[in-house]
Every structure is written in structure tokens, then in C-alpha cells.
């Protein structure tokens, strides 16, 4: 009897993902992370542009929030929406409604109008970003899917870099408008290319829990209040919004604790629960991170440097979370468990000299470049220097059977603490009187701003004690 010739081995390296089907799937799913990147690094660009032209500084943190806010949203149906309508089918949807978004950013008259845009592009930028790691499963074997994941970690970086530039290349011109419009062939050909290559089956549903849609709600009306607030100017009416915010928070914490579908994993919300630890160090870094949005106004309000040099020094952040995350991933053992201190300790670092050297608004820019630089790197360095051990230890404590859960957690409280961080970041600006005419009323209000944030790392790095000691308990 002739023996069976064993089957040769399958490629598990780079060229096993870039070649044939899989070069395709790996096309579509980078290209939905990139569209949502590009968009985040554009806006982040032109909108000195936008608000000199159709006005609303005082809601300048709102582009950022709405657009966190309803990923948040996005993010969470994503599942549902892939069940559904396939992948194929909830990549086009999730571009459609990307590019209705784009469309309304591009033809704003007001504020307002660029806002509900922002909002729709939220909306399908949540869908892309959670969908790519939900289709990762389907369209690629066990081996490939680690590869897959760090494509799309790359992608998000050359966003990074491409970004800045087009919105700064726009803004130079004072066409803003046209970085809207540019997005669109783009958002066109990724509809057509998921449609046509991604799997349309439907996935089984079984096992399904009731969609935590109450807790999401009460999410996104925290960060709108605090939104408001940063908007009023009577204190009263300010208390008032933060009160509002505080108490939706409360109800957050009572309906987690008694509904089926539940929001993050069980003991999130405990205070002696290491997991609580992880996402408090989580919250706390992220909000640390969103007075990136005001560097690139700053950068040309108090320096006088151009849209696109401004831009690219805002985006020093994202490159030094890519490098944090480059240094440390392979890391183990204790060493891997100490960057989760560390990194908080980069970010308070990096917070307290902008704080410093941005406000210098009289000094030569050249003299000041180099720490300022440095500072925004730091800030960046220490998120990505703990971002990978912090998704560990997450996986690491959660309760048994509730992994998948904790794995989507990740995304949920990280948008978040993004949209969180972006409304008190608008809140603290507007107090500290950021529209002051006055290089200097905008000058002290740099200081606040930066040197108030810096506290959040500061307090990580007391969260992130606990889940050192929570670590030898278990050991």
C-alpha cells in the first residue's frame, strides 16, 4: 500500500500575507485602518484652517470628541453588523457611511454642520477600526493572524506620516475643503474592493448576549455633557453639565451592575479588582494624551510655524507611541510587567515639559524645538511602551469564559477615554481663556492646559502599582 505524501508546509511568513487571496484581504482591511487614520491626522491638521474660516473655536474640541464618540457607537455594532451582512457587506457599509460623513466635513457652511459630519465619520470609523480584528479571523489562518494584526499597526503608522502632510499641504493653500473631498475616491475604491473580495456568509449568532446598548448611551452622554460644559460660560451652567456628567456616571455604575448584557467584564467596576486598576491606567493615559489636539493651533498661534510643520510635530506623538510599542513588545517576565510603570512615568515626562517650553511664544522656535519635541515624543513613547503588557494583563485577569468580552473592552474604554480626554481638554482650554486675543492669555492657558494633564500619567502610575502587586499575589 503506497504511503500518503504529507502535504507541504504552509508559508507563515510576510509573503504568505502579501501574496495571492490573502494580499487582497490584506489590502482591504490595512485600507479601512488607514482611511480611518488619514482622516484622524488630517483633521487634526487643518482645523486652525476650518475655525478661521467658519468660526466655532470654542467647539474646536468637539471635532475630536463627536467623532470619538460615535466610534464608540461603531465600534460596538460592529459585531452585530458582521453577523449580519458578512464582512464584505459591513466593510461597504462601514465606508458609505465613512464617506457620507467626509461629504458633510467637506461642503460645512458652519460649525454645526461640520460637527454632524464629524459625527457620521465617527460613526464609520468605528465600524472600519473594530471590524479589521473581527475579519482578521475569518479571512486568514491561526498563523497569520499575529502578522495581520501588526500590518495593520504599521498602516496606522504611515497614516501617521501621510496625514499631516495632506492636511498641511491643503491647509498651506487654504483649501481645507479639498482634504475632505480627497478621502472620497478613497472611501469609493475601499466600498468596491470589500463588496467584491471580502467573505458575504453570515456568521452563526449563537451564544450571542443582549447588546449593552443602555451603558453605551450613558458613555456617550457623559462625554456630550462635559462637551457642553467646555461650550458654557456661566459657571453655574458649567457645574451644572459636570454634575449631569457625574450622575450619568453613577447610573452607569448601577445598570452595569444589574443587567444580563453587560459593558466590560465582571469586577470592572470593583474597587480591589486588578482589572478595575487596568482600565483606571488605561482611562487615565488616554486622557492624558488629547491636548495633542490643540498642538498644531498652538504651534501656529504662539510660534507662527505653517499648517504642515505643525502638523508633523503634532504627529511626533503618534511615532513615539509607535516606537514604544516597537521597544517593548517582545518583551517578558518581569521586565514586560514593569513597563505598565514606566510608561505612565514617559507621559507625565513628556506632559510637563509642553507645559513648559509651549508657552515661550517671545523665544527663537529653534531654541525650544528640540525639548518641546522630545516632550510630545515622551508623551506618545509611554503609552505605546505600556499599550502591549496593558492588553495582556487584561486577557491575563479576566474571569473565565468572559475573554472575548475583555478582548472587545480594550476598544471600548480606550475610544472612551479618547472622546473623555478630548471634552475635558476643550473644558480646561476655554477656562484657562484660550480664546483670549492676547499671546499671552493664550500662553497661560497652554500652561494649564498641559500642566493640569500631566497629572492623569502621574496618577497611572499609582494604578498601575496596584497591578503590579495584583501580578505577585497571583504569582
Known amino acids: ?46 482645523m486652525p484652517s476650518i475655525v478661521r474660516e467658519i468660526g466655532g473655536l470654542e467647539y474646536y474640541a468637539w471635532s475630536t470628541t463627536v467623532f ?43 460649525m454645526a454642520v461640520l460637527l454632524a459630519g464629524r459625527a457620521v465619520q465617527g460613526f464609520g470609523g468605528g465600524l472600519l477600526y473594530a471590524l479589521a480584528y473581527g475579519v482578521i479571523r475569518q479571512v486568514f489562518r491561526p498563523e497569520l493572524r499575529t502578522r495581520a494584526i501588526g500590518l495593520i499597526s504599521a498602516t496606522w503608522g504611515t497614516a501617521t506620516l501621510i496625514g499631516p502632510a495632506i492636511g498641511g499641504m491643503f491647509a498651506e493653500f487654504s483649501t481645507w475643503r479639498i482634504a475632505f473631498w480627497s478621502l472620497l475616491p478613497l472611501t469609493a475604491l475601499l466600498v468596491a474592493l470589500a463588496f467584491s473580495t471580502l467573505p458575504r456568509k453570515v456568521a452563526d449568532e449563537e451564544g450571542r448576549t443582549p447588546l449593552p446598548l443602555l451603558q453605551l448611551l450613558l458613555l456617550v ?13 456661566m459657571a453655574t451652567e458649567q457645574i451644572g453639565c459636570v454634575g449631569i456628567a457625574i450622575l450619568l456616571f453613577l447610573s452607569l455604575l448601577f445598570v452595569e451592575r444589574r443587567v444580563t448584557g453587560k459593558l466590560l467584564p ?27 489636539i490643540y498642538v498644531p493651533y498652538l504651534l501656529q498661534e504662539l510660534h507662527g510655524l505653517s499648517p504642515l510643520l505643525a502638523g508633523y510635530i503634532a504627529a511626533l506623538m503618534s511615532i513615539g507611541w509607535t516606537a514604544g510599542s516597537m521597544t517593548s513588545a517582545h518583551w517578558h517576565g518581569e521586565r514586560a510587567k514593569q513597563t505598565i510603570f514606566a510608561g505612565p512615568a514617559f507621559g507625565f515626562i513628556g506632559l510637563a515639559l509642553i507645559a513648559l517650553f509651549m508657552p515661550m511664544a517671545g523665544a527663537e522656535f ?49 475610544l472612551f477615554a ?31 492646559l498641559f500642566g493640569l494633564f500631566a497629572l492623569l500619567p502621574a496618577l497611572a502610575v499609582l494604578t498601575a502599582r496596584r497591578v503590579r502587586r495584583a501580578r505577585r499575589t497571583v504569582a
Open 366 to 414: 529653534l531654541v525650544i524645538a528640540a525639548p518641546l519635541s522630545v516632550g510630545i515624543i515622551a508623551v506618545g513613547f509611554g503609552m505605546g511602551f505600556a499599550w502591549p503588557h496593558i492588553v495582556t494583563a487584561v486577557y491575563e485577569f479576566a474571569p473565565e469564559g468572559e475573554a472575548e468580552k475583555a478582548s472587545s473592552s480594550i476598544t471600548t474604554v480606550q
Open 418 to 448: 479618547a472622546a473623555l480626554g478630548a471634552a475635558l481638554a476643550g473644558l480646561t482650554a476655554n477656562l484657562a481663556g484660550i480664546e483670549a486675543s492676547s499671546e499671552g492669555g493664550v500662553a497661560l492657558a497652554t500652561t494649564w
Open 221 to 233: 452622554g457623559i462625554v456630550l455633557a462635559l462637551s457642553i460644559a467646555s461650550t458654557r460660560t
Open 266 to 292: 465582571t469586577g470592572s467596576f470593583t474597587l480591589t479588582s486588578p482589572l478595575a486598576a487596568l482600565y483606571a491606567t488605561i482611562t487615565l493615559l488616554m486622557v492624558g494624551l488629547q491636548p495633542e
Open 68 to 110: 470619538v464618540a460615535a466610534s464608540i457607537l461603531g465600534a460596538a455594532l460592529s459585531a452585530r453588523l458582521l453577523g449580519a451582512v458578512g464582512a464584505g457587506g459591513a466593510y461597504a457599509i462601514g465606508a458609505l457611511v465613512f464617506g457620507l460623513g467626509t461629504l458633510f466635513c467637506a461642503t460645512a457652511p458652519s
Open 1 to 46: 500500500m503506497l504511503e500518503k505524501t504529507p502535504a507541504p508546509p504552509q508559508e507563515t511568513g510576510w509573503s504568505a500575507l502579501l501574496s495571492g487571496e490573502n494580499a487582497v484581504h490584506s489590502l482591504v482591511l490595512s485600507g479601512g485602518v488607514a482611511l480611518h487614520a488619514l482622516n484622524i491626522y488630517v483633521v487634526t491638521t487643518v
